[in-house]
């Protein structure tokens, strides 16, 4: 069989596999002495000069006296999202059997509906893939990994995995299937077998999404500063609006996980600088608003990321701020639209489960959200639909809310046992350690969390604060 290093899909669209919702990877040392990188001379960029960390942040475009401009600045991506897919349908009404173009357009719209977080172009990518199928449908690897970053956006992350390795037994040099393979593998809890996914990907292709891949590996394991090294070069590398806000937002997310408000806010600005259209940089501004107590300012650009961009995650943030500064009503309909959302995004095949377990175990059904996890879960000899750390955290906190803590002590360990870096998971599984009287446990692990992050959420941090000092109070002593 012929083998083949490059194909049709065209290099601006190498992030649209990146659909992982825990952030960035990275990767030191993760597969060897050689390091994930080494052999590539990726890593030694700290002191290169490259980084753009340290210069002056120019100012947000974002913000309440900024609507304008991101009203005019999403319109524009609305529009450039878009522009891909439009062109491409024009080449096809001319040259309707045009295989590689339709797996072009697939890759459009999967992108189209990243950029714009409206998950209703997803049937079309469906479409376009399965027509370039129709068309050749041997040897034609562009597609097959089309469907793997399809699956991937649909959260299916078992689909995923199995098309991007059909894409690589076709063309073992497709970059993009490589890519999907690794966030497939991430999500199903692989971890060993993911970092050597990221290994491949970088050596394939030394690009803004290998690299991505590779921070995120770096960040999973908590290693936080070789992971920040990779997004300043993905976002000294990156040839787009979009992949340098995605690089950005995570530098911010980087920071902000540490506790360093002043770094995460200059990583947004300076993504805003970038891409004004970004919601996911707009949203790293309010978290930062809200840290520092600048309730109005955080709340404004809440609802703007929530017009623009009603995504559940998004539309729950801005609602649990609400619920923290004591408008509850406010908050319930939040609440209500991130079911509303959630229910949309399963209409076009999204999987969206362990996303809204840690939500409607605060705000809604524990025992629902407890029966979604576990239909997660493989049948005997079977595999996961989705495992890892993320997994693990939302599992441990819905037992927690129905009582059952000795079952979800496990779990959160489990969430903090490959050294990712959340104060949240150490958050739950402090609360757990409270709720089973193990207080010296406890009280380790609330001000883990604390010191690492103490504006980790606007709801639970003053929640770890008041259990912490419930702990280690002279009455909490004397009893």
């Not at 209703?120 to 562009?142: K, Q, V």
Request: charged residues 20%; negative net charge.
């Amino acid at each position: 069989m012929k083998r083949r290093q490059g194909s049709p899909v065209s290099r601006g669209r190498v992030l649209v596999g990146l659909v992982c919702v825990a952030g960035l990877v990275g990767v030191a040392s993760l597969v060897g002495a050689a390091g994930l990188v080494g052999a590539a001379g990726l890593v030694g960029t700290a002191g290169s000069g490259r980084g753009t960390a340290s210069a002056q942040a120019p100012p947000g475009a974002a913000g309440a006296g900024g609507t304008a401009a991101v009203d005019e600045a999403w319109s524009s991506a609305g529009r450039a999202a878009a522009a891909p897919a439009a062109g491409l349908r024009d080449r096809l009404d001319r040259v309707p059997g045009d295989w590689s173009a339709w797996a072009e357009l697939g890759l459009a719209y999967v992108e189209q509906a990243r950029v714009t977080g409206d998950p209703t172009s997803y049937p079309r990518a469906d479409g376009a893939f399965a027509r370039s199928l129709e068309l050749r449908p041997a040897e034609n690897d562009p597609a097959l990994a089309g469907q793997a970053a399809l699956a991937a956006a649909r959260h299916d992350f078992p689909g995923a995995l199995r098309a991007a390795d059909t894409a690589i037994a076709v063309n073992p040099f497709n970059a993009t299937a490589h890519g999907v393979r690794f966030d497939a593998l991430v999500e199903l809890g692989r971890y060993p077998e993911a970092w050597q996914a990221a290994q491949t990907g970088v050596d394939l292709r030394p690009d803004v999404a290998s690299l991505a891949r590779i921070a995120y590996a770096f960040e999973l394991r908590g290693e936080s500063d070789q992971a920040a090294t990779m997004l300043r070069r993905v976002a000294d590398d990156a040839t787009s609006a979009a992949d340098a806000a995605f690089a950005y937002f995570h530098l911010g997310e980087l920071a902000r996980h540490s506790g360093d408000l002043a770094g995460a806010d200059e990583a947004y600005r300076r993504g805003q600088a970038r891409d004004p259209a970004s919601v996911s940089l707009l949203v790293g501004r309010a978290r930062v608003a809200a840290a520092r107590g600048e309730s109005e300012a955080a709340l404004a650009d809440y609802a703007v990321a929530a017009t623009r961009s009603p995504q559940p995650w998004i539309v729950a943030e801005y609602g649990e701020l609400l619920e923290a500064l004591g408008r509850p009503g406010e908050a319930a309909r939040q609440y209500s639209l991130v079911r509303s959302t959630a229910a949309l995004m399963r209409a076009q095949g999204v999987e969206v489960d362990v996303e809204l377990a840690l939500f409607e175990a605060d705000h809604g059904d524990p025992a629902a959200a407890l029966a979604a996890l576990a239909a997660l879960s493989p049948a005997p000899g079977g595999e996961p639909y989705r495992a890892g750390v993320f997994v693990d955290d939302a599992r441990g906190w819905v037992l927690h809310q129905l009582g059952r803590d000795d079952e979800a002590l496990a779990s959160a360990r489990s969430a903090l046992g490959l050294g990712t870096r959340r104060a949240l998971f150490s958050y739950h599984r402090g609360v757990v350690h409270a709720a089973l009287g193990q207080t010296e446990a406890a009280v380790a692990d609330l001000r883990a969390a604390l010191g690492t992050d103490p504006h980790f959420s606007p709801l639970h941090a003053p929640r770890a604060q008041a259990l912490l000092e419930s702990l280690t109070s002279p009455e909490a002593g004397a009893r």
